[in-house]
């Protein structure tokens, strides 16, 4: 089997390399005023994407959870004026449909369209199935696919009218199961699905839907540091005392302290910079003929465990699959069953 892996991995390194070589010669849209709306502008990718997007020329309405942060005060500074900080929690309907009519106002004498919708919002949630309760399934699930399907719903028919596109971020995650992402992967497995109905749907507006599958960037996007590590070290104390008592027998508290150990960890291990995912988030917005899924390898090592195994995946038998997790993701904790 493992002779296939490296095959297999050796050809995909063929593919990209080839890609990237020719990436600057095809032919793409230029900004000239053009509207595109980015969610989840605070930080990571898209706090890069809208400095990125706005260097091109386009009109970048960037939503941020906080408007008036030093983040987004940050990103207002370092652009041009044709950068717009817009308040946005994706899970208001009323901010939503705000940032809707801000973006119309705006754009009413421009003579220019909204050309892209970014959905890029989401927060992550890490835990056994057992372990997790409702409330993180709703919690997450609102941000990261309802809030998806609700930003997009309001911005849609601007975007047909312009003949633009949609542009998801997913995740790797949204090709793969793994051990203690459910609260997550379902809400990345329900973006690709939603992402790929909609391009079907909009193919006779003539209008573009992709997906960006960014693979392991959780070090340098923020999600593994700061406020946000602090809120899933806040979900293991909360995990362990609303459990069921014979969850915590059959597991124990060491073994869900074992599963969390590792989180930090886990941020030295992912691409040093968000690069590669802007890359393609910026192909997405401005190639004439973008792909339909841009998977995208992070990490540190030889290759992308994550990406990886999601290309694998589609080709070889489940028992192979199962066995590369109990390899590659599923070691943490085991020997702590029941302690």
């Not at 409330?135 to 003949?163: C, Q, W």
């Not at 989180?263 to 968000?274: F, G, I, Q, V």
């Amino acid at each position: 089997m493992w002779v296939i892996v490296v095959i297999l991995s050796v050809l995909f390194g063929v593919y990209f390399y080839v890609y990237k070589s020719r990436r600057s010669n095809l032919r793409r849209i230029h900004g000239k005023g053009q509207g595109v709306f980015i969610t989840g502008c605070d930080t990571g990718f898209g706090y890069d994407l809208a400095k990125r997007l706005d260097g091109l020329g386009f009109r970048v309405f960037a939503g941020c959870l906080n408007s008036n942060g030093k983040e987004a005060g940050e990103l207002a500074r370092s652009c041009s004026k044709l950068l717009h900080v817009v308040q946005l929690d994706v899970t208001k309907e009323d901010q939503i449909t705000a940032a809707k009519a801000y973006v119309e106002t705006v754009h009413k004498n421009t003579g220019c369209g909204l050309w892209a919708l970014v959905n890029n919002a989401g927060i992550d949630c890490f835990g056994d199935i057992e372990f997790c309760p409702m409330e993180f399934y709703r919690r997450v699930a609102d941000v990261n696919l309802f809030g998806m399907v609700h930003v997009t719903k309001t911005f849609l028919p601007m975007i047909r009218k312009s003949k633009g596109r949609v542009i998801n971020n997913t995740s790797v995650k949204g090709r793969m199961s793994l051990p203690r992402i459910s609260v997550y992967g379902i809400t990345k497995y329900g973006g690709e699905n939603f992402s790929d109905c909609l391009r079907l749907e909009m193919r006779k507006f003539g209008v573009k839907v992709v997906i960006v599958e960014p693979g392991e960037f959780g070090g340098v996007t923020g999600i593994l540091s700061g406020s946000n590590l602090k809120r899933l070290q806040d979900d293991k104390e909360t995990m362990w005392k609303k459990a069921d008592p014979d969850v915590k027998q059959v597991y124990g508290q060491k073994y869900l302290e074992s599963q969390f150990s590792g989180l930090e960890r886990a941020a030295d291990t992912s691409y040093r910079t968000t690069t590669p995912v802007i890359d393609a988030f910026e192909d997405a917005v401005t190639l004439e003929n973008p792909r339909t899924r841009y998977l995208v390898d992070g990490g540190r090592g030889l290759f992308d465990k994550y990406c990886l195994y999601a290309r694998l995946n589609s080709y070889l038998p489940t028992a192979w699959m199962d066995f590369l997790v109990d390899r590659w993701f599923n070691s943490l904790g085991i020997a702590e069953l029941g302690t």
